[in-house]
């Protein structure tokens, strides 16, 4: 495995501990590119991991992960050309219909996305969508609330991921489906906010297929020597453009086949 590295190993924590301000904080902070013009996505991912291990010693618990910017409207939103991944702990989940604060966020925004829970452990490389669909137990529909804590919400690649993909909240709901009686690349989805339509968009946005995108994750995990344990929640990415929330805003996002997903903000 020979990445393409960088940074040093204190470069790694100090820029760690400098996102992990931010993230526990909320309070925004210049893209770490600024400092550092030749950071790669290897030294991103480097930064992302150490990040995780400390949440973990912590106490916090993976429950799974995230596929980002994996649709052709997040791409050309974020001004980026490869997808990324990030991880997800239990105490981002928060239920349906809750208050969710902004207060502990920067830049607060939500995107819909399907969801796939695995019962098999899924190993790269040349993992494929095919066995992606066999090892999963079933789908359903969530909104990410993502948050940047880059001032501007401008940011590049190594950045976003060492932030791990603006991960911040995430609501699953609706109706879980067995991914086999479904046809996952053509289910619409309707996103409302305080009752007006903001965003419509198809699954298919996601790669042509949600499980290419758990294909991918899988298989950028594999280059980091690790895979997508049995038991994961994946989020496959947002289907449309991440819309801003501030307090008082109400979200549900609707999704064909799925049922819906809702959920407020407040201060």
């Known amino acids: 495995m020979s990445l ?3 940074l040093t190993r204190e470069d790694i ?4 501990e400098r996102v992990e301000g931010a993230q526990r904080r909320a309070y925004a902070i210049p893209k770490l590119t600024d400092e550092y013009p030749s950071m790669t996505i290897d030294d991103g991912y ?3 991991h150490e990040l995780r291990r400390r949440y973990i010693a912590r106490g916090a618990r993976l429950t799974g992960w995230k596929a980002g910017l994996t649709s052709r409207a997040k791409m050309l939103q974020m001004g980026v050309h490869v997808p990324s991944i990030g991880f997800l702990l239990a105490d981002m989940a928060r239920p349906e219909n809750s208050a969710i604060k902004t207060s502990d966020m920067v830049h607060p925004r939500v995107e819909c996305e399907v969801a796939f829970v695995t019962k098999k452990t899924l190993k790269g490389p040349n ?24 001032s501007g919400f401008k940011f ?3 950045s976003v991921i060492a932030d791990n993909g603006s991960s911040a909240r995430y609501v699953a709901g609706g109706r879980a489906r067995y991914a086999a009686d ?6 619409g989805v309707v996103m409302e906010k305080n009752g007006e339509i903001i965003a419509v968009g198809a699954s298919a946005a996601v790669l042509g297929h949600p499980a290419e995108a758990i294909a991918m994750l899988v298989n950028i995990l594999a280059e980091q020597g690790e895979q997508l344990a049995a038991g994961s929640f994946v ?3 947002g289907i449309t453009e991440a819309i801003p929330v501030k307090p008082g805003d109400s979200i549900i996002a609707r ?13």
């Open 255 to 267: 999704f064909q086949e799925l049922g819906s997903v809702s959920m407020r903000f407040i201060e």
């Open 127 to 150: 993992c494929t969508r095919q066995e992606v669909l066999e090892a999963t137990d079933y789908v359903l529909p969530a909104v990410e609330i993502i948050d940047s804590r880059f």
């Open 156 to 158: 590049d690649l190594p």
């Open 235 to 237: 989020m496959s990415g």
């Open 13 to 16: 924590v100090r820029l760690c």
């Open 4 to 6: 393409n590295l960088t």
């Open 46 to 48: 480097a930064v992302q």
């Open 182 to 187: 479904i046809d996952l690349r053509t289910l």
